[in-house]
């Protein structure tokens, strides 16, 4: 049994990690914190565009994460907490009190030098995007504005200090298919990497270091500013342009040259 206490945020995807998490039988969650944003008032006014991108991605969450969420029994014992706070003196000794084996981050706020030298070496973070081609915040969405598919998926790290850069565990790319839309692959890729997260956890004991990846690919860093009306618009003209086609079309050839890492009790079998 390994017991793991979870940082994440507070949407549907969110909730559907940890309470998976709390009904596996070789997994024991002894607290999830669960973040709630502050100051929504500040944040920028959307375009019409924008409110019917986020519309769209909070229905599609619905269709693939609601049959669990609001269905299942909650095992997580989730405690809701304001964002930032995990790094604070009280929650650090809080943690530390409890004991786990391991802790797992996904969607939370920056963990800073207190709570990272605390559990150096026992925080597995999920980074949505591909390291080390995509850093930072939002970066499926950017992958796929600039219609790099190769590049749209999930890596598994220990944390460290650098955002995104810590030692690599095992990738995965997401799953495409003809007709998709942004928000089917999003939220497939998701619902794969919970289940891959999951077995992940189960077999500690089974995880390989594996040397890091060597490119000439420059690094693309991203922030959620970069998220802007014009990337929207882009996004949706490449889908209606038939960007999934020809990615498909090309697929083994335009991932060859992208390679990630993988820990064999996880690749997956084609």
Sequence with gaps: MTNIVIITSNALRHDYMRIMFGLNQEINVLKSYVETPINKDSKRDLSSVEESHFLAREKTELDFFSDIVFSSEDNSNPMDIEKNKIN?????????????????????????????????????????????????????????????????????????????????????????????????????????????????????????????????????????????????????????NGAVKLFLANKEEIESRYPIIEQSFLKKIL
């Design 88 to 240: 604070d003196q009280n929650y650090i000794d809080e943690i530390q009190k409890l004991g786990p084996d391991l802790i797992i981050t996904f969607g939370c706020c920056i963990i800073r030098e207190k709570l990272l030298q605390a559990f150096k070496d026992k925080i597995i973070n999920v980074h949505l995007g591909i390291s080390p081609y995509y850093l930072g915040a939002g970066t499926n969405f950017i992958s796929i504005v600039n219609n790099d598919f190769q590049c749209t998926g999930y890596t598994f790290m220990y944390m460290d200090r650098g955002i995104d850069t810590g030692e690599i565990i095992h990738q995965a790319r997401a799953e495409v298919y003809l007709f998709d839309n942004i928000h089917q692959i999003g939220n497939r890729l998701i619902k794969n990497m919970v289940h891959d997260f999951i077995k992940l956890v189960s077999n500690l004991h089974s995880i390989k270091k594996m040397l890091p990846i060597t490119t000439n690919i420059d690094p693309i860093i991203c922030f959620n500013r970069d998220a802007t009306e014009l990337k929207t618009i882009e996004l949706y003209n490449n889908f209606s």
